[in-house]
């Protein structure tokens, strides 16, 4: 594979719900430009997307996959993203990247969840968009329904650039309304034609539509349409790439992958529309030594700089990281800066990936994707660049885990292994987190969703040899007192030899202070120097609660009075008396439990407000307040306890067919009803026996 110049250059991502059909796209698109013979299936595990073991298994996209595609003298990087929501991600790090999109609709299924988020993902970061309306082919689908449904759902900005001829087994063609021509497929052979007559009345709307935003794309157009002049074919073609570049028209195409109608079509369209990196004219960075902003033109004159924004660890090369050249070029055994570790990274055998097939390069230029392996100190997001003009580019937002387990280590062997394994995958996947929970000591793995924590388990196992178990995680209770207490606690030992004796009052309440201690000891009765032992034991004790053994905290112990003796007394005596006052004291303080509440923040669509409103209330959670954003949905503040969010993001996507999202923290420790108290502490006992 040749270098191409930013120029000629496009780095599109294919975007869509779940089973639209974007790995398949890339298969007819490879297929269709003679990149392969055979186009695989997904349910086969044969397409060139889907390669690793957990995707065949599960025959759904896990993974972006880098798909260099050359087409008109010009290199198409098209990255296909998985659909699945698990995988977010993927999508985030993708668009990262890119500066067009192709939506993926499901002709059969209409505007899906997954549509309605890549939409609003390609507005957020004003990409130039293409809606490809997939599966044509398909019985009961109407095109003019499809056309209609996504302009009341989306605006008036899309316009169909194409319409069907013929439909489900006798789909055969399109009509290319900007051109008014058409195209016949018989087999793999496209026949030209002009527009059937029968056909006319069902394309001169759509064609008129076409005109009119054509109009809308520059003042001189306008200008000409209101007098009523018809435009050639060359200033509608010149009208509607402005349109698009501007994001002011998003096209519609139609096609069909398994029956490869309109592959080049869309080739074409991405070849005239879509910007090439040159367009971009030139990216901003900081110098990571000043911090001042610096500017880097997309331009092979400058110096090499470059973004990573994946991942993969690769069982066999280690890991391999996918990066996008910015500025300048980089060649094998060139040494860079990574100015986020601020470290020296040497370049390796530099290659473009195609799945998981690897194509040796002899540099990478301004504007294009490219991989390499061994990097031994580089992470997704992080930016590289040339030693003498240091540049630091904004790193990658990715969305935080919302779902959290335990894992545990099948045998001993896996728990040797398990902690740089999950550390390998932590690198690939920045969207999921392994942490050591101080006070439970178990390794939480978090993630978007059940399923990504699933593949995590699955790569564990089929890439290190790793096997474990998952576990709903423990929760970190509290234990604290209600009432007041006055004890004596008192330790005497005396069995031949020296004896120990120590005899503490001391008084318990309630406090601010996670513990407090204060003591009022007159005349003596507890001599000075044993007062610290006192404090110590106290502390030592407030570790373990007396209900079932979790930290107590906002407590007061008073030391007031007390005894020694001159011989037999010592520290350790006296931390063993303050340990048996606590236990007592405690006791009698109307002891309870008390369960961490989180802070929760809701964003869903207004229909769903009352399902999630009564489904808070199940979980024993309050809702304090609502807020419309801009995009019409709700922000949705509330509070629940922490052991009734753990799957909450399960039956957050079931709730809402996975339109809503939610952010969550910690917010402080509340008393636990005294029914769900008991069962706690009958729990925690059996554990101990």
Known sequence: MKNYGADKIRNVALLGHGGSGKTTLTEALLFSIGSIKRMGKVEE???????????????????????????????????????????????????????????????????????????????????????????????NVNIDKIINELREKFGKSIVPFQMPIGSADNFKGLVNIADMKAKIF?????????????????????????????????????????????????????????????????????????????????????????????????????????????????????????????????PYVGQISLFKVVSGEVKKDDEVLNTNKDEKEKMGTIFVLRGKEQIEMTKMTAGDIGAVAKLNNTNTGDTLCSKDAPIKFDNIEFPQPTLFMAAYPVSKVDEDKMGPALQRLKDEDVTFSVNRDKETKELLVGGQGYKQIEVIKSKLKDIFGVNIELQDPKIAYRETIKGTSDVQGKHKKQSGGAGQYGDVYIKFAPSNEVFEFEEKIFGGSVPRNYIPAVEKGLRDCVKKGVLAGYPVVNIKATLYDGSYHPVDSNEMAFRMAASIAFKKGVEKAKPILLEPIMKVAINIPEEYMGDIMGDMNKRRGKILGMEQLQDGSQLVAAEAPMSEMFKYTIDLKSMTQARG?????????????????????????????
């Open 661 to 689: 999202s939610f952010t969550m923290e910690f917010e402080r420790y509340d008393e636990i009803p005294a029914n769900l108290s008991e069962k706690i502490i009958e729990e925690a006992k059996a554990e101990k026996e």
């Open 186 to 314: 018989e087999g793999k052979k496209a026949v030209q034609s002009e527009v059937p007559a029968d056909m006319m009345d069902q394309v001169n709307p759509f064609r008129e539509m076409l005109v009119e935003a054509v109009a809308e794309s520059n003042d001189e157009l306008l200008e000409k349409y209101f007098e009523g002049e018809e435009f050639t074919i060359e200033e509608i073609h010149k009208g509607l790439r402005e349109g698009v570049l501007q994001g002011k028209l998003i096209p519609i195409l139609c096609g069909s992958c398994s029956k490869e109608i309109g592959m080049n079509e869309l080739l074409n369209l991405i070849y005239e529309y879509m910007p090439s990196p040159a367009d971009e004219k030139k990216c901003v960075g900081v110098n990571p030594n000043t911090e001042e902003e610096v500017e880097r033109k997309i331009d092979t004159n400058e110096p090499f700089s470059a973004m990573v924004f994946k991942t993969i660890a690769d």
């Open 45 to 139: 595990g044969t397409t060139i997307s889907d390669y690793t073991k957990q995707e065949k298994d599960r025959q759904v996209s896990i993974s972006t996959s880098l798909i260099p595609i050359e087409w008109q003298e010009h290199k198409f990087n098209v990255l296909d993203t998985p659909g699945y929501f698990d995988f977010i991600g993927e999508v985030y790090s993708a668009l990262k990247v890119v500066r067009g999109a192709v939506i993926v609709v499901d002709a059969s299924a209409g505007i899906e969840v997954g549509t309605e988020k890549s939409w609003k993902y390609t507005r957020e970061r004003n990409l130039p968009t293409i809606i490809f309306v997939n599966k044509m082919d398909k019985e």
